[in-house]
């Protein structure tokens, strides 16, 4: 008996979403430039830029 393959899985962002997280994720990350956090929205930042 053949079983149906599923359905298959269609991408939750797409790339003009990354570019609009990217452009907020730059916006707070000069806003919170000075706190120890700023780092880990940088590197989240250049993640979102390899994706999109």
Excluded: W
């Excluded at 919170?32 to 993640?47: G, K, T």
């Amino acid at each position: 008996m053949n079983t149906p393959e599923p359905a298959r899985a269609r991408p939750i962002f797409s790339t003009a979403d990354f570019a609009l997280l990217k452009e907020a994720v730059a916006d707070y990350t000069r806003k919170i430039a000075d706190e120890p956090r700023s780092v880990q929205f940088a590197n989240l930042y250049h993640r979102l830029g390899r994706l999109g």
